[in-house]
């Protein structure tokens, strides 16, 4: 073939992935998923997803209509021969007209490092499995904010489930149940194939907060169906915790409850950093709904006063990458610190683009700024591979018409490995 073709081909191909591609013609929206009613024995274990807990261990929660259903657990490595049975705990709440079911939770553990584990809920019902995470690099997280139930929703969640990851993250905005409780249970069973088998890891968006005043607080039915690792981690409250799993300290924090200087949630972040070490997990990533670095006009400037009170504490320990929601689009930043480009800053990138049925946001703040380095309006997912002490590789995947595509790529150093921290120290 002619060099000349052969070089212009190339030249194509890196355009494509180097940047939004102009010729990509964007699918219409998506309807809400529609879920059949579909009576189930009182005790029969439903909307099962599962969590780190702590090293070593996972909560299994699943939800039951009997109040008196058992919150056990049996589990073991080969198919129906369960060797170890761990009692858990449950709660339920009621909201205006709305009573849930019971929810079980219920820790298991210790458990084997990268194995694959069946287990069972509540002494009856289907067989579930689930893998732990790897002790060790290389891990695969899945990235994927601002979720909804919407056919898009349901397309990002099949390429999800078509990549080989080993832990979720979710940057706040779950079921956009907004008030009406029982989408809570339509989202917990849309994401049962997916989150019975990988630990989903979660923090709150402004769609969990359903807060009616003088009547109900925030986070209700977020915090009784989706406990998270807080006890765990020393953190007083399910709003804001931390884990750390293969060499990778994960932060999840709350856009949405006190971050200024002495707040609770500062203090509280303020000791967790100074408890990492870097020798153990050389990475930290950090979560949270609202972005701080978003040139898009949707929701510009909510996360300038969270970014005020802790963007200074996130430098100064060397953390490597920030993934929010919230904005219905993707975005990447170049390292930053303070609104400008810094080599030992964060990586912050916008991924609020699950597929809920608030459509994207298509407009941004020209020109763009330059701290910002890839942006587009589709919905789609990330795939986050810690190689190892000292590289990631980050993808970004659309969903074009229903295959995802890859659509932006960068390998990431650890600023652990790049000498930022002795000169922060
Ligand atoms: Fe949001």
Redesign the pocket.
Known sequence: MDPKLLLMMAVSVVAAVGGAAADYVRPLPRKALQFPWSPKHSSYPQQVHVSLAGAKHMRITWVTSDKHAPSIVEYGTSSGTYTSTAQGESTSYSYVLYSSGIIHHTVIGPLEDNTLYFYRCGGEGPEFQLKTPPAQFPITFAVAG?LGQTGWTKSTLDHIDQCKYDVHLLP??LSYADYIQHKWDTFGELVQPLASARPWMVTQ???EKENIPLLKDGFVAYNSRWKMPYEESGSNSNLYYSFDVAGVHTIMLGSYTDYVEYSDQYKWLKADLSKVDRARTPWIIVLF?VPWYNSNEAHQGEGDDMMASMEPLLYAAGVDIVFA??VHAYERSRPVFKGKSDPCGAVHITI?DGGNREGLAYKYIEPQPEWSIFREASFGHGELNMVNSTHAFWSWHRNDDDEPVRSDQVWINSLFSSGCLAKKS
Request: aromatic share 0%; net charge negative.
């Open positions: 601002d706040g905005d968006g402004n769609h709904h929601g919230h609020g």
